[in-house]
């Protein structure tokens, strides 16, 4: 039901409108459709140019959000200290599924003065950081490995285990990623490790699936057989059963071949979170192995 009085606001992307009312002198209120893409272009169209109209927006509000892979939210916190009590801009630490963002956030007359006053702050921040550091706002590491592999020339395939393909899908999901990722191996039983990434059955025998010998050749497999720059491999135990007391839920190796010695590392964890979350996890930290490793070479 419209209230009497209140004008009604069009949406020409979906069929729910919106409205426009005063109840009481000096009181505006305005409604959108709760469907979000059609809500942020009718208050872009409708409720900024009327805000401004009636002299409410005087002052503008920029925001750059520096994003970071390796390093805990209270380690990264206890490094930027300083900043966190900054009035304008201001500087705030978030953290999820193991990232950590630092938000930097300025108020001023317009949007280019904002983005003066975050700049210099913006470039402490990447100072003290350093490698930490891998993007800034829509960045993702996907897309940041993506851009370091153009920008060197160089090609990638992956070999997965516990990530069943999810380490693919995140390369993928980057719109022009065949530049530079051919193509990857889902080695989700030992035989396909032998068999198509020339795992040695000995090794799996003696230090099994999960292991640094396997992980190392993993990825020296896949970059031979795909005949690329880098091979990046992922195997482990994402749970929620299969762990033991030496192996448990959560342990992880990734391994890195390049032009050297194939590299493996070791990750735990943990078998406190979700079978998914360790996967999403374990991706990320071999992408962000070798982001760091394309960034100490070039």
């Not at 964890?269 to 996967?279: E, K, L, N, V």
Request: negative net charge; contains cysteine; charged residues 20%.
């Amino acid at each position: 039901m419209i209230p009497e009085g209140a004008d009604i606001l069009p949406n020409r992307t979906g069929s729910a409108p919106g409205i426009i009312w005063q109840p009481v002198p000096n009181v505006t209120i305005m409604t959108f459709p709760g469907v979000p893409a059609e809500m942020q272009l009718m208050w872009a169209e409708i409720a900024v140019p009327y805000l401004k109209n009636e002299g409410w927006c005087t002052e503008t509000i920029c925001s750059r959000t520096l994003k970071f892979w390796g390093i805990a939210e209270s380690a990264l916190a206890e490094k930027v200290d300083s900043f966190l009590n900054l009035t304008n801009p201001t500087v705030a630490s978030y953290a999820n599924h193991g990232e950590v963002k630092l938000r930097i956030s300025a108020c001023a007359k317009s949007e280019s003065v904002a983005k003066k006053l975050i700049e210099p702050i913006e470039q402490q921040l990447l100072q003290i950081a350093g490698l930490d550091c891998y993007g800034a706002d829509t960045d993702t590491l996907p897309s940041t490995v993506g851009k370091l592999l153009l920008l060197a020339g160089e090609t990638l395939s992956v070999a997965e285990s516990c990530t069943g393909g999810g380490l693919g899908a995140m390369l993928t999901g980057v719109a022009g990623s065949s530049r530079y990722f051919l193509g990857g191996i889902i080695s989700y039983d030992d035989r396909v490790k032998e068999g198509l990434l020339g795992v040695n059955p000995r090794d799996l025998a003696e230090f099994g699936a999960v292991s640094h010998q396997v992980a190392k050749q993993m990825a020296a497999g896949v970059r031979q057989g795909l005949n690329t720059n880098w091979g990046l491999s992922i195997t482990g135990i994402a749970g929620p059963c299969g762990g033991t007391d030496a192996k448990p839920v959560g342990l992880v190796y990734i391994g890195l071949a390049g032009d050297g010695d194939a590299e493996s590392f070791e990750y735990r964890f943990g078998d406190a979170r979700s079978r998914d979350w360790i996967r999403n996890l374990s991706s990320c930290t071999a992408l962000d192995r070798l982001r760091r490793k394309l960034l100490a070479k070039a």
